[in-house]
């Protein structure tokens, strides 16, 4: 049992007051570790979120650095790190808020190559990237080192997102089985995004992983949740696990490669 | 000399709180500390948060116009415009703000007052007889002893912690208008031997486990009344029980000890004082000025007979009155204060008292002078021009804002009084003038009911399952340094219908007085019998169903329920409920044609009230019973199978199995195998003083420490008087553990939980 400083209890007071939470659920946020991809729109407020919920270690992944046309929605660097390794500022804002979160930072993109060992040492992943390929990629790696992740996408006013327990609820594969091809999809820098809907799905994957962490109420398995935030309707869409699913069903995968890759260059 | 002497280190003190108040509203001290700075002069916090009272000691009760002038002042200033007056005969500053404070208690020291000891585990304000200097009956005046003493007790810094309240009083003679027979240490007038001296009693007192004092000397020389007063209460301070509020008080220690033992001790100290020294009192008399002594004719005018004959009286001194002033609810409105100040101001300075009885006295008057402030007094209360019966009326504040009260006395004077003065033309209550009627709302005495001619204290009563407010009524004190005798019990009546007895007690009254000395004299003459006869008219109420209002309290918007109630002393509302489930249990047990339903309905909800359950419906009763008595193995197993599917002569033996129960239970309310089982239930007991943890912090330390625990174990905490009370239990619960029990300890709260 872990025994939390006077400084832990108030700084988790509106945590350990929730019955769904208390002592036991911020222990466990405590002991948990969180890997979140992409320091960008979804990326920072996850990572700014987990990291003032305590959890306990947190790894950051990002190879690119802070630029100018980032800061409309990426709320976790400031202007003065332009330039600066988008995993450096983040860790920074993370520690900043709060001391007692280990942040680990993997200054690279990730590919076939290196995602399945890093994925491996999580208990849950934050899919926050902006392209089809890495989404797909995330899902593969998940799926074999059977870690639960939260999918998540935005484009111009809209969000979809989803929470996948690996081998028992549908994966991405089982909804969209593969990535579009190139030309399907509007090019990212001329769609655009509202930067307040990266900060909408962010935070609804950041409690998804909250959730997770502590075992309660009902993640979005097996369904994906979808809004727009123009009308602000916000949609549940009902799926089932695919039991032929190219990924997660019968045979499914059994190695990692890359998908072509669709970068978008809105870098959402 | 008028009044006490403020010692130099209460003048020392205030240069250190001046700089303290100015941090805590700089917000560079935190409340807490800053509290424990305050209370000392005498500053309370209120009820509403951030509203203080500043208590003033009037040793004796005695002001002089100058001060009255000052306090109607500083009322006007900063008290919503009230003086009040205390029980103690004190008085009291309300709804003061914080940052007046330093303006009001120097205010105070320049006109020779202060706050001092006021309030808490101290040496309380000083009483005399309100007559004290001006009575007929008088063996002389005990007044400058008050003073004197206040003095004394003052310097001494033993006065301030002791292990419970302290009250002193004297009494100028046997009437014991003092009431010194009923006080921590009572002194009563007396010469021999051409010395004067007193008759001393110690150890009585009221509350709901009251006590005649016990007369410790049969005289004391007057030179040594605070070598007594401070020996017994070093006796107190060593020996008395710190630990359990409720068996605090010098009467308990006196109990435990008996006379004998408590001698021993008591000489002990008297050698302890005297060996310290300076233990002589030297008595001043109080210089009285009066303006006018000439004794011109008078006759009294007949507008103002009526109130003449009623609160007027003759002093001992010929050609000198004194008067009593009824004041409502003992709040004097400044206006009034500032009138009658400024009148008495040509008069002299021994000419005011305020007293124990929340009135005021007024004193060392000729008659015209007397007469002048008729009209004057007249704005004081509606009660000055009505018959005594109305301003000696006096009520505790009651459930209405008290933790401890049952039901609403305040509530239930209105309602009499309304009663009555509707009859006031047909009947002349001057006949019996004098009469008190005193309500508490609860057995503790703070309405006074033990020294009333007609005294109430709240109970709860059950019709058809349903909780309402009722009264029992004890009849016929009396004081006197011979020994006092205390109401005794008389019936019991529905709260609803107290002005009615009321009313019915007093034309029985009426019809007896001329033959009788004193009420007390025909309640011991028959009319006690004739009472309670009276009073069994009014202890029945229709059902819910026919007429709700008898399950309302006076002044109170929901329905009458026990729950929410504190625990601790007041644990005989419960007994009253439990004896009435018993009796109504007994009767069906006797029936030739037994009621098997009835029977095990009552069985099961006799002693759920121990446990804080309020069940009305059988569902419900069941269920408590079932949680409380069969799960906790206090019932064995089998006793549960009968409460299920139809009753049948099972239902007897439930009946029987927990009326044995009933009979082990103490008076914590625990029964025998409750106890047997503490010694290995106490060693999984932890503990978490959160004392000064604010919400929500207490709540998350409580989580913390039940983190701790294993399910089934008990979590003890103490949390602050207020928010955290309020709010802490509830949440507790709804996480689904149980409190327990929640008893008030110091000036906070103990509440035990056992964990899910």
């Given amino acids: 049992m872990k025994e939390f400083s006077d400084e832990e209890l108030e700084r988790y007071s509106r ?12 222990e466990k946020i405590s002991n948990s570790k969180v890997l979140v991809i992409g320091a960008g729109g979804l990326g920072s407020p996850v990572a700014l979120y987990l990291a003032a919920a305590g959890v306990g270690e947190i790894g950051i992944v990002d190879g690119d650095v802070v630029d100018l046309s980032n800061l409309q929605r990426q709320v976790i660097h400031a202007t003065a790190d332009i330039g600066v390794p988008k995993v450096l500022s983040a860790k920074a804002k993370m520690e900043a808020i709060n001391p007692n979160t280990k942040v680990t930072v993997y200054q690279k993109f990730l590919d076939a190559s290196n995602i399945l060992e890093i994925v491996k040492g999580y208990d849950f992943v934050i899919d926050g990237t902006d392209n089809f390929s890495a989404k797909f990629l995330i899902n593969d790696a998940c799926i074999l080192a059977n870690v639960p992740y939260s999918h998540g996408g935005i484009l111009r006013f809209g969000g979809q997102t989803m929470t996948i327990k690996p081998h028992e609820s549908a994966c991405y594969a089982c909804v969209f089985d593969s990535p579009p091809p190139a030309n399907a999809i509007p090019t990212c820098s001329s769609a655009g995004i509202l930067g307040a809907v990266a900060g909408m799905l962010g935070t609804i994957q950041a409690a998804e992983a909250l959730k997770y962490i502590v075992g309660m109420g009902e993640p979005l398995y097996n369904r994906l949740l979808t809004f727009d935030a123009k009308t602000m309707n916000f949609r549940n869409v009902n799926f089932k696990k695919n039991p032929k699913c190219r990924v997660c069903g019968g045979e499914g995968i059994k190695e990692i490669k890359d998908y072509e890759a669709v970068v978008c260059e809105a870098k959402l | 000399m008028s009044q006490y002497i403020i010692p ?58 100058v001060q009255l002038l000052s306090l109607a002042s500083l009322a006007e200033k900063y008290a919503h415009e009230a003086i009040h007056i205390t029980t103690r005969g004190g008085a009291q500053l309300h709804y003061v703000k914080i940052e007046d404070i330093i303006s009001i208690i120097e205010t105070l020291h320049s006109i020779g007052l202060s706050g001092r000891g006021g309030g808490g585990n101290t040496v309380r304000n000083i009483m005399a007889d309100p007559l004290a200097g001006t009575a007929q009956d008088e063996v002389f005046d005990v007044s400058p002893y008050a003073l004197a003493l206040t003095s004394k007790m003052l310097e001494q810094k033993d006065s301030f912690a002791l292990p419970r309240k302290f009250k002193i009083t004297f009494s100028g003679s046997e009437a014991d208008r003092g009431y010194a027979t009923i006080h ?18 110690t150890a009585g007192g009221m509350g709901a486990k009251s006590r005649l004092g016990t007369k410790l000397r049969d005289f004391v020389p007057d030179t040594e009344v605070f070598l007594y007063s401070q020996a017994i209460k070093q006796v107190f301070d060593k020996y008395g029980n710190r630990k359990n509020k409720h068996a605090a008080r010098l009467r308990f220690l006196f109990e435990d000890l008996g006379l004998e033992e408590f001698n021993k001790l008591l000489e002990v100290e008297l050698n302890d004082v005297r060996a310290k020294g300076d233990w002589k009192m030297e008595i001043e008399a109080i210089e009285r000025t009066v303006g006018d002594t000439t004794h011109e004719p008078f006759s009294v005018p007949k507008n103002i007979s009526k109130w003449w004959n009623r609160y007027v009286y003759a002093q001992k001194q010929a050609g000198l009155y004194g008067c009593k002033v009824p004041v409502h609810l003992g709040d004097i409105h400044f206006e009034n204060a500032r009138a009658l100040a400024n009148a008495l101001l040509l008069f002299g300075e021994d000419v005011l008292r305020f007293t124990g009885d929340q009135n005021l006295y007024i004193r060392n008057l000729t008659a015209h002078q007397m007469a002048s402030l008729h009209d004057i007094l007249q704005k004081f209360s509606v009660e000055v021009s009505k018959p005594t019966l109305f301003g000696d009326m006096v009520a505790c504040t009651g459930a209405a804002t008290c933790q401890l009260g049952i039901a609403r006395p305040r509530g239930a004077v209105d309602a009499i009084q309304k009663r ?10 001057d006949l019996i003038q004098g009469f008190k009627i005193h309500l508490s709302g609860c057995p503790n005495s703070c309405g006074k009911h033990l020294i009333g001619d007609l005294g109430f ?12 407010p009722a009264y029992n009524v004890v009849a016929g004190s009396r004081t006197s ?11 019991d009546v529905a709260a609803f219908h107290v002005p009615a007895f009321v009313e019915e007690v007093l034309d029985t009254w009426l019809n007896h007085v001329k033959a009788y000395e004193s009420f007390a004299d025909w309640i011991d003459d028959g009319g006690l019998a004739i009472i309670t006869e009276i009073s069994k008219k009014y202890v029945d109420i229709p059902s819910f169903k026919e007429d709700k209002n008898p399950y309302f309290d006076y002044d109170a918007v929901e329905l009458f329920s026990s729950k929410g109630r504190g625990t601790g002393e007041c644990s005989a509302g419960m007994y009253d409920l439990i004896e009435a489930d018993k009796k109504a249990l007994k009767e069906a047990l006797e029936k030739e044609e037994k009621d098997f339903e009835l029977i095990r309905l009552l069985s099961a909800r006799m002693l759920l009230v121990t446990r804080g359950e309020d069940a009305r419906d059988k569902a419900g009763v069941f269920k408590a019973f079932k949680t409380h008595f069969i799960d906790t193995t206090l019932l064995n197993a089998y006793f549960g199978t009968i409460l299920e599917g139809d009753a049948d002569e099972k239902a007897i033996e439930l009946a029987e199995e927990v009326m044995k129960l009933y009979e082990t239970m103490d008076h914590t309310l625990k029964f025998a195998k409750e106890k047997e089982l503490v010694p290995k239930e106490e060693k999984s007991v932890h503990f978490k003083d959160l004392s000064g943890v604010a919400c929500p912090m207490n709540f998350v330390k409580t989580k913390m420490e039940l983190s701790k625990i294993k399910s089934g174990e008990i979590l003890e905490i103490l949390l602050d008087d207020g928010a955290p009370i309020d709010n802490v239990p509830k949440s507790v619960a709804g996480e689904g553990h149980k409190v327990e029990a929640t008893t008030k300890e110091g000036n906070g709260w103990r509440v035990r939980i056992v964990k899910k």
């Fill in chain 1, 15 to 26: 945590h350990i007051i929730l019955q769904d939470v208390g002592i036991e659920g911020q």
């Fill in chain 2, 420 to 429: 009555l003065d509707k009859l006031l033309d047909t009947k002349d209550y």
């Fill in chain 2, 184 to 201: 921590d240490v009572g002194f009563i007038a007396k010469i021999q031997d051409g010395i004067k001296g007193f008759k001393l009693f």
């Fill in chain 2, 8 to 65: 130099q280190m209460v003048y020392d003190d205030l240069e250190v709180f001046k700089k303290n108040h100015a941090d805590f509203l700089a917000g560079t001290l935190d409340e807490l500390t800053f509290k424990t700075m305050r209370v000392p002069f005498g500053v309370y916090e209120q009820r509403e948060a951030n509203t203080f009272m500043v208590r003033i000691k009037l040793a004796g009760g005695i002001l002089t116009p």
């Fill in chain 2, 457 to 468: 204290f709240g109970k709860v009563q059950r019709h058809e399952g349903y909780s309402y």
């Fill in chain 2, 481 to 491: 340094g011979d020994g006092s005798v205390y109401a005794q019990k008389a019936g």
